[in-house]
């Protein structure tokens, strides 16, 4: 369903189980960057009236999420620990060239969102089915959905906004480069990493 072209490999949640406050912080900090991610697209594309209304409702979902994550640490007696850069979305954000077409740069955040999502939504997939922690796992879960649904619409209205066999094509292409990203990743108790 997600495309993907490199699994995580499994054993990256032995990795999260042994650093479980770690994953939670960057997990909590993903959220926030997603919600920013949607605010961003709003200040940019304001004339994208449809685009705008489903950003709102992200954004507010999305601050949701960081909160439910803020309060789970908090729940299990810690503190949000400080961001630290995203090596995989740093990665990611070099595929497509600078500039072009207001419409272009549109379509390229939009494919970079919905790939970000769909890699979220497959590590918490993970996380669901292999953490013994039963909370943390049914958090997943739930989780998992939510981000599914966020990674159809960024491909939806990519597709919507450009000519559907370009984007289609440049979706291909940014998953095969995200595969070999996710070669020399999966060994970090973050998100993506």
């Given at each position: ?55 709102i ?49 549109l ?70 480069y ?16």
């Open positions: 369903m997600l495309g993907l072209k490199l699994p995580t490999d499994p054993r990256w949640v032995n990795i999260v189980e042994k650093n479980i406050e770690e994953i939670l912080t960057d997990h909590a900090y993903c959220e926030q960057k997603a919600a920013s991610t949607a605010i961003s697209l709003i200040v940019s594309f304001p004339e994208y009236t449809d685009l705008i209304q489903e950003m409702a992200l954004s507010r979902e999305e601050m949701g999420h960081f909160k439910m994550v803020h309060d789970l640490i908090l729940k299990r007696g810690g503190t949000l620990g400080r961001d630290r850069k995203d090596e995989y979305v740093l990665q990611l954000l070099k595929f497509f060239p600078k500039g072009g077409s207001r419409t272009t740069q379509v390229h955040r939009l494919l970079y969102a919905a790939l970000i999502e769909a890699r979220s939504c497959e590590r918490f997939r993970l996380l669901s089915e292999e953490l013994e922690d039963k909370e943390l796992s049914e958090f997943y879960y739930k989780l998992m959905v939510s981000e599914a649904s966020h990674y159809t619409m960024f491909l939806k209205f990519a597709r919507k906004y450009g000519d559907l066999d370009e984007v289609n094509k440049k979706w291909q292409d940014l998953l095969n995200e595969a070999e990203i996710m070669k020399n990743l999966g060994n970090k108790e973050t998100i993506h990493g």
